[in-house]
């Protein structure tokens, strides 16, 4: 009898375990992950496209100062970083040899410009081929850049650029380029005139921007909110708390945007930040 009671026990205790666990039960909800994102409303504007080069900044005209005889350095008759004109003289040399005495010759400037570079001192032997300064004209600046062959034929003369000294941006306009490439390199040249420059300027590194190609007055997405994905391109499009993915034909793309040339509708919101972490369909929520 009490082998009964014992396991009759055991059953309602099972059982009641059961229940307890049931009634203590949560149920699990699935809720939906709704990612935040940013947008830009679409609108017309400029999509441009710039691309980076280097180069040094000089004056359109500027050259080493030569002596045109040989002999010994008598002075400087100008001061580092002072602005002569053409034909002033620019320093004197003795030409003087033992046993004859000869007028003391005079080196002077080929060009009106800021002298620098004054590095010879007196009784220093100098001859023809040893530039004694240099000498640029600080009133029209220009940057040269070395590009190849198809860059060169792309690049038309008179459009802008961006010249950038230190992170300090000047603007720009190219004023001539190579003909032709070199034979042996395949490279061209092309000078950036530097519009809003000063004489602080010369001889300093500079990253130039050439603006190669631009749409005006286009309807265009920011960069980040533009995919490509199996040969697809597509941008997503908040409507009703929704992610809806919408394949367009682009244009010009651009280092900030992209042109849009179907599809798309002015006024449409287009999701931006975080475009690449949604899929379509999905809820989002803009920021």
Do not use: C, W
């Amino acid at each position: 009898m009490k082998k009964y009671l014992v396991l009759l026990l055991i059953i309602i205790i099972i059982a009641s375990v059961i229940v307890i666990s049931r009634k203590n039960k949560t149920e699990i909800v699935k809720q939906e992950f709704i990612r935040l994102v940013d947008f830009e409303v679409a609108e017309k504007g400029e999509v441009l496209l710039k691309k980076q080069f280097f180069g040094t900044i000089k004056g359109l005209n500027q050259t080493e100062i030569y002596p045109n005889v040989p002999g010994k350095f008598i002075k400087y008759n100008v001061k580092e970083g002072e602005y002569v004109k053409k034909d002033q003289i620019v320093a004197e040399i003795d030409r003087s040899i033992p046993g004859m005495v000869y007028e003391t010759a005079k080196i002077i400037a080929p060009i009106s410009g800021i002298v620098y570079d004054l590095t010879f001192v007196k009784g220093q032997p100098i001859m023809p081929q040893m530039p004694v300064a240099m000498i640029s004209d600080p009133s029209n600046l220009t940057a040269r850049i070395n590009v190849s062959k198809d860059i060169l034929e792309e690049v038309q003369k008179s459009i802008n650029a961006d010249i950038y000294v230190n992170d300090v941006q000047y603007k720009g306009k190219v004023i001539r380029k190579s003909y032709l490439p070199n034979n042996m390199t395949q490279m061209g040249s092309i000078d950036v005139q530097i519009i809003n420059g000063n004489r602080k300027l010369i001889n300093s590194p500079a990253r130039i921007y050439l603006h190669t190609s631009n749409e005006q007055n286009v309807l265009r997405v920011p960069s980040e909110a533009y995919q490509t994905k199996d040969n697809k391109s597509f941008i997503y499009i908040f409507k009703n708390g929704k992610a809806n993915r919408l394949e367009v034909e682009i244009g010009l793309i651009g280092n900030e945007y992209v042109q849009i040339v179907n599809t798309l509708e002015e006024g449409d919101t287009v999701i931006t930040m975080g475009s690449s972490l949604i899929h379509d369909g999905q809820s989002v929520r803009i920021k």
